[in-house]
């Protein structure tokens, strides 16, 4: 009996170790990846999300927000990776750039950085917006933006960004989805409010999943090669290092005439040996013999 019952909880314990290891790869590796459903705040979520100055480069359908900030390694790679995918699967990517707050004393962002969000809030310029992200942060000098840095209005400007990404986050949290850049916030196909704290790129394809968009697309302008289309690889004669050029050839002439200054064997190809002539072979003819013509 005894040794039934250590057994028994031997068991247990074993079957308890195995549960939580496989709850714990679960969560792990899938489950906190998944984007969160928002139950609670909807309403004011969504129009903290319509007040706020977008950008967006078109494309209409439903329209998928992404929350960061320019120095954000991990926002930007998302939108760098993923924009034209979830534009090929019909939404409307909007971008929110906000210039974050000081911390502890510490300065988190540049004049050039703020007055930039200023300009972007107030002009929601696309266009700019693209050449900000085009060019890397120590290289950008805002060149005919007015600065924020002393100036009222785009100062408050600067920091509406700011407070719209703290109120954002406080209702995120109270609504008990993560906080996190780039934070990425769509409604899903039955009209659901989601959110994803996508900074890291497991969490890429759920979103992907949940908006039908597709897991890559072609680069712009780049067509894949069909029947009757140039494949792109070289071929003799058009005019690329690999190919090789035709040969000139000498014309032709008619039967029975040379051209002035050429022999016959002037007119073979260099490099190549030059025909032999052919001798001309009369037909057979006909013999009759027996009634039966053979040639």
């Known amino acids: 009996m005894r040794r039934f019952l250590i057994w028994s909880a031997l068991a247990v314990v074993i079957g308890l170790a195995l549960a939580g290891g496989g709850y714990w790869a679960y969560w792990n590796f899938y489950a906190r990846f998944q984007p969160v459903t928002i139950i609670r705040n909807q309403a004011e979520i969504q129009r903290l999300l319509d007040e706020a100055s977008w950008v967006s480069g078109g494309g209409g359908g439903e329209p998928l927000y992404i929350i960061g900030y320019r120095d954000s390694a991990s926002a930007q790679r998302f939108e760098r990776e993923e924009a034209e995918k979830l534009r090929a699967g019909g939404v409307e990517v909007?971008?929110?750039?906000?210039?974050?707050?000081?911390?502890?004393?510490?300065?988190?962002?540049?004049?050039?950085?703020?007055?930039?969000?200023?300009?972007?809030?107030?002009?929601?310029?696309?266009?700019?917006?693209?050449?900000?992200?085009?060019?890397?942060?120590?290289?950008?000098?805002?060149?005919?933006?007015?600065?924020?840095?002393?100036?009222?209005?785009?100062?408050?400007?600067?920091?509406?960004?700011?407070?719209?990404?703290?109120?954002?986050?406080?209702?995120?949290?109270?609504?008990?989805?993560?906080?996190?850049?780039?934070?990425?916030?769509?409604?899903?196909?039955?009209?659901?409010?989601?959110?994803?704290?996508?900074?890291?790129?497991?969490?890429?394809?759920?979103?992907?999943?949940?908006?039908?968009?597709?897991?890559?697309?072609?680069?712009?302008?780049?067509?894949?090669?069909?029947?009757?289309?140039?494949?792109?690889?070289?071929?003799?004669?058009?005019?690329?290092?690999?190919?090789?050029?035709?040969?000139?050839?000498?014309?032709?002439?008619?039967?029975?005439?040379?051209?002035?200054?050429?022999?016959?064997?002037?007119?073979?190809i260099p490099g190549t040996t030059p025909p032999r002539p052919v001798t001309p072979v009369s037909p057979p003819q006909a013999t009759q013999q027996d009634d039966t013509t053979f040639f």
């Open 94 to 268: 909007r971008v929110i750039v906000f210039a974050r707050p000081d911390r502890e004393g510490q300065v988190q962002s540049t004049p050039v950085e703020r007055a930039t969000v200023a300009e972007l809030w107030l002009s929601r310029d696309w266009s700019l917006y693209q050449r900000w992200t085009a060019t890397p942060s120590r290289d950008w000098t805002a060149a005919g933006i007015p600065a924020s840095d002393g100036n009222l209005a785009r100062s408050a400007v600067v920091d509406a960004s700011r407070q719209f990404v703290t109120r954002l986050n406080a209702l995120m949290r109270d609504a008990g989805a993560p906080t996190g850049y780039p934070l990425v916030v769509w409604r899903d196909r039955e009209g659901f409010l989601k959110a994803c704290a996508c900074a890291d790129a497991r969490s890429w394809a759920f979103v992907r999943d949940d908006l039908n968009a597709p897991d890559s697309v072609a680069p712009d302008g780049v067509e894949t090669p069909g029947p009757g289309m140039d494949s792109g690889l070289p071929v003799p004669g058009d005019g690329s290092s690999e190919s090789l050029p035709y040969p000139i050839l000498p014309p032709i002439p008619p039967a029975g005439q040379t051209i002035p200054g050429q022999t016959g064997d002037e007119t073979a």
